[in-house]
């Protein structure tokens, strides 16, 4: 496998591109970075968008090293995979679940079911954290790892135990965000919501883990999810 590093070219870009970035930014994103493998029919990299046009890619081959578009960085990535291993991470993801045989982003649907049983409107953000951290571990039941409590610093150990509790249930979470975006006019619009999480998991199971590594986790890997970014805890 390879990792990247990879910058867009803003001042290449033409006004439709421009245009295409500004209104549907992942499709283009995905469209735009395929063409650094010519040969491939079929997608085989992972990747995340950072501020200001960045990219992380990981992919089976490596990709082109000069293009009109983008400023590449490439180099292999073979991480050594231990039980027991202990790794900070980072990950956008689409966590969705199925609900009444239709996929339900797990955050809306946390939402959705909070209002259902009258919970007070103070209490849905937690709610959607804790309903986004339960599908990530979940996640790591299924691919090899399991979360581990962030350390207590020293806010944590001034707010107490309530603080400390809740952290526990949903201190991965650190961002939710929704997308809508339409390819062209004649197409219905794409709509997906994305979920960022940091903190630290410790391997479970190393051949698993590294298939979901090379893999990716979640849905809309295609748009920028899925991509598990990994190193060794500090």
């Known amino acids: 496998m390879y990792l990247s590093r990879i910058q867009l070219r803003f001042n290449n870009l033409r006004p439709e591109m421009l ?7 992942p499709y283009a994103s995905h469209q735009w970075l395929w063409q650094l493998f010519p040969e491939q029919e079929t997608r085989q990299f992972l990747f995340r968008e ?27 990535f073979n991480p050594q995979l231990i039980n027991g291993l202990e790794l900070d991470f980072q ?5 969705v679940i199925t609900r009444n045989g239709k996929r339900s982003d797990v955050m809306m649907n946390a939402k959705y079911q909070a209002k259902e049983n009258d919970v007070a409107q103070e209490r849905w953000w937690e709610l959607q ?3 986004a951290q339960t599908w990530l571990e979940k996640q790591g039941q299924q ?3 399991r979360l581990l409590e962030p350390e207590p610093d020293d806010f944590a150990q001034w707010a107490g135990a309530e603080y400390s509790e ?13 997308h809508r975006f339409v390819r062209n006019d004649q197409e219905k619009p794409i709509a997906f919501s994305s979920v960022d999480f940091s903190g630290t998991l410790c391997i479970t199971d190393a ?15 295609a748009l920028g999810c899925g991509m598990l970014m990994v190193k060794r805890k500090r």
């Open 19 to 25: 245009k295409k970035w500004d209104s549907a930014r």
């Open 50 to 76: 950072e501020p200001h046009g960045g990219f992380f890619m990981l992919s089976a081959i490596p990709p082109l090293t000069q293009h009109s578009l983008f400023l590449i960085e490439t180099k292999p």
């Open 91 to 95: 990950l956008r993801a689409n966590p």
């Open 129 to 131: 954290q804790q309903a």
């Open 143 to 145: 691919h090899g790892f």
């Open 166 to 178: 809740m952290q526990a249930h949903c201190g991965c979470v650190q961002a939710y965000q929704q």
């Open 207 to 221: 051949s698993l883990f590294e298939q979901a590594l090379f893999s990716g986790l979640g849905k809309s890997k």
